[in-house]
Each structure stands twice: as structure tokens, then as C-alpha cells.
């Protein structure tokens, strides 16, 4: 069975970098076709996605967010890191650990993320 | 705003059926068979519903089916049970730089 949990602050102010830990059970980030990613929801708004990483370390980023993002992986700790600077207010969110191969499946249970000084 | 648009809200009875529409370009839903859909009950991370167009994991019911005619893809769900009532999403995969785009999201009511 795969499940992802999510683990960061909870609360950051403007200006900060925002880190987050996806910790995954039940694949390994080095099978073909595999990747690992974030995907966002802002309170009561779309999903929104942000950053995945590939079986073969190839990175994928939302072209309007790209400049503020880096995704990376440690294989042998089965994790995947998100990496956000410059937060803003309009980064309050819930933020889903997903793990795709056919689709977005599963989710992790999502960490609500607010920004507020 | 979404790249992909979804109708704000849909409604029906149980037992009746509902569609729920996805509109977006020729560079997304029009130019590739990548098309998810994912139900979102409040306070929950959302569920994958549908893949590849038509396909459905194991474990969803056959009262979800999916479809698409040029750039608008379409997800049915038939025999509406209360249960189905929750926000649903669709995504398309739109090339190697943009990668993913999802809709705005559908509320659905069961009346």
C-alpha cells in the first residue's frame, strides 16, 4: 500500500523560504515511471500543481512559480523536499504530497501552510 | 484563473445522472488522452476518479465514466447517491514545460 505523509511549519512569515518533507511507504522513487510531487490548494480555491520528480531525478516545475522552487529527493530515506522562497500571503495553502504514475494517486493528507507575519 | 474550465456548480436527484464538463485547448485536453478527474469531499485530499480519459482504478464504481470530444472532456456519474456530493477536479497533462493544468473545480449538489 502507498501513503504519503507531508511534515513542514505550519506558519511562516512573508519574505521566508518555506521547506517541506514528503515521507512516502510502498514504492521507491527509482522505479521506472515513478514520480513524486506537490500539488497546492489555497483555502476554498483549485488545486494547483507545483513541482514533480521523476525515477531518473528529472525535475518538472509550474512554469509561474519555477523561479521560486526546487524540488529534490533522497531515495535512500524514501523523501522528496519542496523548497519555496519568497512567501507571500497568496501562498496560504494546503500543500499534498502525490505520488504519480498513471495519474495524481494517492495524496498524501495535505499541511496547511499559512503565511502571516 | 484555471487553465481548464469547469462549471461552477451542478446539481441533481438521486438516482439521476450528471455531467460534468472540461473545456481547454489544443494544447492540453485537445492534444493529449491525459485527462484525470478527482473527487474532493470538505476537509479531505482528493481522490482519483478517472485516468487516461476513460479509465477508472480499481475501487471506483462504474458509475463514474469519463469521455472527451476535442478540447472538452466530460465526466458522467450515473445513479447519484448522496455520498457523490463533493467538489471534483480535472487535470490535463499540456506538454513537457507546462506539464499539468487543472480546472477550477466543480461543486456538485445532490439534491
Known amino acids: 500500500q502507498i501513503t504519503l505523509k507531508e511534515s513542514g511549519p505550519t506558519l511562516v512569515k512573508p519574505t521566508q523560504t518555506l521547506t517541506l518533507t514528503c515521507t512516502f511507504f510502498?514504492?521507491?522513487?527509482?522505479?521506472?515511471?515513478?514520480?513524486v510531487g506537490w500539488i497546492r490548494q489555497p483555502p476554498g480555491k483549485a488545486l494547483e500543481w507545483l513541482a514533480f520528480i521523476y525515477w531518473d531525478d528529472d525535475k518538472r516545475y509550474s512554469p509561474s512559480l519555477k523561479s521560486r522552487l526546487t524540488i529534490t529527493r533522497d531515495t535512500s530515506k524514501y523523501q522528496v523536499v519542496l523548497i519555496m522562497t519568497n512567501m507571500d500571503h497568496v501562498d496560504t495553502a494546503t500543500y499534498y504530497c502525490?505520488?504519480?504514475?498513471?495519474?495524481?494517486?494517492?495524496w498524501g493528507q495535505g499541511t496547511l501552510v499559512t503565511v502571516s507575519s | 484563473q484555471s487553465a481548464l474550465t469547469q462549471p461552477r456548480s451542478v446539481s441533481g436527484s438521486p438516482g439521476q445522472s450528471v455531467t460534468i464538463s472540461c473545456t481547454g485547448t489544443s494544447s492540453d485536453v485537445g492534444n493529449y488522452d491525459y485527462v484525470s478527474w478527482y473527487q474532493q469531499h470538505p476537509g479531505k485530499a482528493p481522490k482519483l476518479l478517472i485516468y487516461?480519459?476513460?479509465k477508472r482504478p480499481s475501487g471506483v464504481p462504474d458509475r463514474f465514466s469519463g469521455s472527451k470530444s476535442g478540447n472538452t472532456a466530460s465526466l458522467t456519474i450515473s445513479g447519484l447517491q448522496a455520498a457523490d456530493e463533493a467538489d471534483y477536479y480535472c487535470?490535463?497533462?499540456?506538454?513537457?514545460?507546462?506539464?499539468?493544468?487543472f480546472g477550477g473545480g466543480t461543486k456538485l449538489t445532490v439534491l
Open positions: 502525490v505520488h504519480r504514475s498513471v495519474a495524481f494517486d494517492p
Open positions: 487516461d480519459v476513460t
Open positions: 487535470c490535463s497533462y499540456a506538454g513537457y514545460y507546462t506539464s499539468w493544468v
Open positions: 510502498g514504492f521507491s522513487l527509482t522505479d521506472s515511471g515513478v514520480s
